[in-house]
């Protein structure tokens, strides 16, 4: 009984000890990255210095020499390149549309969706048939849709408080709109752009054609909010109307990019990876400094902010800069086919790429197991008002690196604004607030410390997977 006793004496002692331990590191990490953060200058450079970063590009080429020199310049470990093929698109001239009805010409704000096909070089014209999802093709059928304009209307719900449930709820027509449009013989595609605010940029993004044969594919455009509002209204009123765009996209063979990896490795571990990451490549309307410059240099920023805060970490920790993750995930796909052939354990990866707002917390893809030693550590974010802890999903350049036994997790910032900027002409530097990006960083910091100090219980997951 005394021997009992005197066990859970010490297993108090240390659980108070450690509790107090990291209390003090974390509020070490976070005044290291408010006073003394990198993150904000890095961005500057790459944003304004650089630009948009669209894959397979001159900029996306800066972009990797740019942050492996800066890496260089932090005395990592190791830094190398990792090379991977990629597509490279380009948007070419400036997109031109117009509707006409009733001899009244409005010109209207469109952007081509990336992957699209160009207009013939005179555009192309015809009338417009409104539609706010998918499904509604098969019911309208081929007699309806054939020769005519398909125009995707679906708004993102606005009474979702998470964006990024409304932005899921209608993307599909943007990725898959050209592509199932065309099966019933419509000439092009007008889609909503991915947008809660009312204005008049138009969003860009990926969309794909999947299987189509080329012969069959036609072109793909987003149209501003404000100006999808009046050319529905002008709908009602003129089902006859015409509606013209010319765009100039062009789809180029695959050229070889990089990701950009850095690592410290680990004192006791060095086998045990823990990787934290967010992707190098951007859309090229604006110059991608939330979607993903905020994510680049965080993750930059907490392998310094680990050297800053005198942290050796135990397990081997890198930071990895993805290529591609826009119009493709080759980056994301070709590090995780590397990390399976050399046999690597990532026990860990942690991925930021919600824009650089003031961070919420975090969510995480794991087992049980692993998610209640996690709760455990929310209580140490809550002086920082940074306690969402949920399950759910990480990230898209991370999931590739999913196992039995480990931990995914994402950021999650204040997602309200976010959609304001995604893939837009106003994703800038101007727009990333110096202080909500720091506190990003220390609390990327912060959790990449509690993990590598307390690892994952492997060997129970495994035992109770199997269970």
């Given at each position: 009984m005394k021997t009992k006793l005197l066990t859970i004496i010490l297993c108090c002692f240390v659980a108070i000890?450690?509790?107090?331990?990291?209390?003090?590191?974390?509020?070490?990490?976070?005044?290291?990255?408010?006073?003394?953060?990198?993150s904000y200058a890095w961005?500057?450079?790459?944003?304004?210095?650089?630009?948009?970063?669209?894959?397979?590009?001159?900029?996306?080429?800066?972009?990797?020499?740019?942050?492996?020199?800066?890496?260089?310049?932090?005395?990592?470990?190791?830094v190398w390149l990792q090379p991977v093929m990629v597509p490279k698109w380009e948007r070419g001239e400036k997109e031109k549309a117009y509707f006409e009805t009733s001899g009244f010409v409005k010109e209207v704000n469109i952007c081509a969706l990336g992957g699209s096909i160009a207009t013939p070089d005179d555009g192309i014209s015809g009338k417009v048939i409104e539609v706010?999802?998918?499904?509604?093709?098969?019911?309208?059928?081929?007699?309806?849709?054939?020769?005519?304009?398909?125009?995707?209307?679906?708004?993102?719900?606005?009474?979702?408080?998470?964006?990024?449930?409304?932005?899921?709820?209608?993307v599909d027509q943007r990725y898959?709109?050209?592509?199932?449009?065309?099966?019933?013989?419509?000439?092009?595609?007008?889609?909503?752009?991915?947008?809660?605010?009312?204005?008049?940029?138009?969003?860009?993004?990926?969309?794909?054609?999947?299987?189509?044969?080329?012969?069959?594919?036609?072109?793909?455009?987003?149209?501003?909010?404000?100006?999808a509002d009046k050319l529905s209204k002008a709908l009602k009123s003129n089902q006859a109307l015409q509606f013209y765009f010319k765009q100039n996209c062009?789809?180029?063979?695959?050229?070889?990019?990089?990701?950009?990896?850095?690592?410290?490795?680990?004192?006791?571990?060095?086998?045990?990876y823990i990787l934290v990451g967010g992707h190098l490549d951007s859309w090229d309307l604006g110059d991608g400094a939330h979607d993903d410059g905020a994510g680049v240099v965080q993750s930059m920023d907490v392998l310094r902010l680990l050297k800053e805060s005198g942290i050796q970490p135990k397990r081997s920790i890198r930071v990895v800069l993805f290529m591609n993750e826009e119009n493709g995930l080759r980056g994301a796909t070709e590090y995780a086919k590397v990390a399976k052939e050399k046999n690597e354990?990532?026990?860990?990866?942690?991925?930021?790429?919600?824009?650089?707002?003031?961070?919420?917390?975090?969510?995480?893809?794991?087992?049980?197991?692993?998610?209640?030693?996690?709760?455990?550590?929310?209580?140490?974010?809550?002086?920082?008002?940074?306690h969402y802890f949920e399950l759910g999903g990480s990230g898209a350049d991370v999931g590739p690196l999913k196992s039995e036994t480990n931990v995914l997790a994402g950021l999650r910032p204040d997602s309200q604004r976010y959609f304001d900027h995604h893939h837009a002409a106003n994703d800038t530097f101007e727009h990333v607030n110096?202080?909500?990006?720091?506190?990003?960083?220390?609390?990327?910091?912060?959790?990449?410390?509690?993990?590598?100090?307390?690892?994952?219980?492997?060997?129970?997951?495994?035992?109770?997977?199997?269970?």
């Amino acid at each position: 009984m005394k021997t009992k006793l005197l066990t859970i004496i010490l297993c108090c002692f240390v659980a108070i000890t450690n509790a107090q331990e990291d209390e003090a590191v974390l509020k070490t990490v976070f005044s290291t990255s408010l006073t003394n953060g990198k993150s904000y200058a890095w961005l500057d450079h790459i944003s304004n210095k650089i630009g948009g970063r669209l894959s397979g590009s001159e900029n996306a080429e800066l972009a990797v020499q740019y942050t492996k020199k800066e890496l260089e310049k932090l005395g990592l470990d190791k830094v190398w390149l990792q090379p991977v093929m990629v597509p490279k698109w380009e948007r070419g001239e400036k997109e031109k549309a117009y509707f006409e009805t009733s001899g009244f010409v409005k010109e209207v704000n469109i952007c081509a969706l990336g992957g699209s096909i160009a207009t013939p070089d005179d555009g192309i014209s015809g009338k417009v048939i409104e539609v706010k999802g998918l499904e509604a093709l098969e019911t309208l059928g081929k007699e309806n849709i054939e020769g005519k304009i398909v125009f995707f209307n679906r708004p993102m719900q606005a009474d979702l408080i998470s964006t990024f449930n409304a932005y899921g709820g209608c993307v599909d027509q943007r990725y898959s709109g050209a592509m199932e449009a065309a099966k019933y013989g419509a000439v092009g595609v007008i889609v909503r752009s991915m947008n809660l605010r009312q204005d008049d940029l138009p969003h860009t993004g990926s969309m794909s054609y999947g299987d189509l044969p080329v012969e069959q594919r036609i072109p793909s455009a987003a149209i501003s909010t404000n100006d999808a509002d009046k050319l529905s209204k002008a709908l009602k009123s003129n089902q006859a109307l015409q509606f013209y765009f010319k765009q100039n996209c062009q789809q180029f063979e695959d050229v070889q990019s990089y990701n950009v990896i850095g690592e410290i490795t680990g004192s006791k571990f060095p086998n045990e990876y823990i990787l934290v990451g967010g992707h190098l490549d951007s859309w090229d309307l604006g110059d991608g400094a939330h979607d993903d410059g905020a994510g680049v240099v965080q993750s930059m920023d907490v392998l310094r902010l680990l050297k800053e805060s005198g942290i050796q970490p135990k397990r081997s920790i890198r930071v990895v800069l993805f290529m591609n993750e826009e119009n493709g995930l080759r980056g994301a796909t070709e590090y995780a086919k590397v990390a399976k052939e050399k046999n690597e354990n990532h026990i860990f990866a942690l991925e930021s790429d919600a824009g650089g707002f003031t961070p919420r917390g975090f969510s995480f893809a794991t087992n049980d197991t692993n998610f209640k030693q996690i709760l455990s550590w929310k209580m140490l974010f809550k002086p920082y008002l940074i306690h969402y802890f949920e399950l759910g999903g990480s990230g898209a350049d991370v999931g590739p690196l999913k196992s039995e036994t480990n931990v995914l997790a994402g950021l999650r910032p204040d997602s309200q604004r976010y959609f304001d900027h995604h893939h837009a002409a106003n994703d800038t530097f101007e727009h990333v607030n110096k202080r909500e990006l720091e506190l990003g960083a220390a609390t990327m910091t912060a959790l990449v410390y509690l993990f590598d100090k307390y690892g994952i219980n492997q060997i129970q997951n495994n035992k109770e997977l199997k269970d």
